[in-house]
């Protein structure tokens, strides 16, 4: 899970994270983004564009806007969890 938290970063911000995190990661299988707060300035356009940027992603699953991380209720995945996803039906299950 990345960590984008609400104090300032912007999406420019979050589209350097997600490059750092996708070096370091060895395969990843998916990609899990919760909502980004309103002062980071993310819009689905903005997304896009940034997930775009990164030829792994158009291979794996990518699902955002999702309820967890810094949000209510506060659920947290941790880092290397297996979980099993169901794109069509938006279903995750820890």
Same mark, same amino acid.
């Given at each position: 899970?990345?960590?984008?938290?609400?104090?300032?970063?912007?999406?420019?911000?979050?589209?350097?994270?997600?490059?750092?995190?996708?070096?370091?990661?060895?395969?990843?299988?998916?990609?899990?983004?919760?909502?980004?707060?309103?002062?980071?300035?993310?819009?689905?356009?903005?997304?896009?564009?940034?997930?775009?940027? =990164?030829? $792994?992603?158009? #291979?794996?699953? @990518?699902?955002? %806007?999702? /309820?967890?991380?810094?949000?209510?209720?506060? =659920?947290? $995945?941790?880092? #290397?969890?297996? @979980?099993?996803? %169901?794109? /069509?039906?938006?279903?995750?299950?820890?």
């Amino acid at each position: 899970m990345l960590e984008f938290a609400d104090d300032g970063e912007t999406w420019l911000d979050f589209s350097r994270l997600l490059a750092q995190v996708l070096q370091l990661a060895k395969r990843p299988r998916a990609l899990l983004l919760g909502r980004f707060p309103k002062i980071s300035q993310m819009t689905e356009q903005r997304l896009l564009y940034v997930l775009d940027k =990164f030829p $792994i992603l158009k #291979g794996i699953p @990518v699902m955002y %806007d999702l /309820d967890f991380g810094h949000t209510q209720p506060i =659920f947290t $995945i941790p880092l #290397g969890q297996e @979980v099993w996803l %169901d794109t /069509d039906e938006l279903v995750i299950k820890v």
